[in-house]
């Protein structure tokens, strides 16, 4: 599966993005997608994800601020982030996996929010 996101950017604190995920290969090998996001120093942290049932859950420091969704017929992975803070700086990644289990990434793309 290859995985190519989209979306980043800069923007003041309180601002929004959107960032996208379009999937491609094997899709049928996964059932569940989503943005985890590294920021400098640290280690990489589930954001959000979605099962292909549309099942969602996200991290507790997001919850509220963002949304994510999914477009089954272009094969794209979206989040919706509002309400963004500098806190959230970082680089998000777009993962696709099996049963939870993270098989795939995409390339990343930096968030940077600027107070």
């Not at 995985?3 to 996208?20: I, N, P």
């Not at 420091?61 to 803070?85: C, E, P, W």
């Not at 500098?86 to 968030?111: H, I, K, L, S």
Request: net charge positive; with cysteine; aromatic share 10%.
């Amino acid at each position: 599966v290859q995985l190519q996101a989209s979306g980043g950017g800069l923007v003041q604190a309180g601002g929004s993005l959107r960032l996208s995920c379009a999937a491609s290969g094997r899709i049928a090998s996964t059932n569940v997608m989503g943005w985890h996001r590294q920021a400098p120093g640290k280690r990489r942290e589930l954001v959000a994800l979605i099962t292909s049932g549309g099942i969602t859950n996200y991290a507790d420091f997001v919850k509220g601020r963002f949304t994510i969704s999914r477009d089954n017929a272009k094969n794209t992975v979206y989040l919706q982030m509002n309400s963004l803070k500098p806190e959230d700086t970082a680089v998000y990644y777009c993962g696709a996996g099996y049963n939870y289990q993270w098989r795939n990434w995409g390339q990343g793309t930096q968030v940077t929010v600027s107070s």
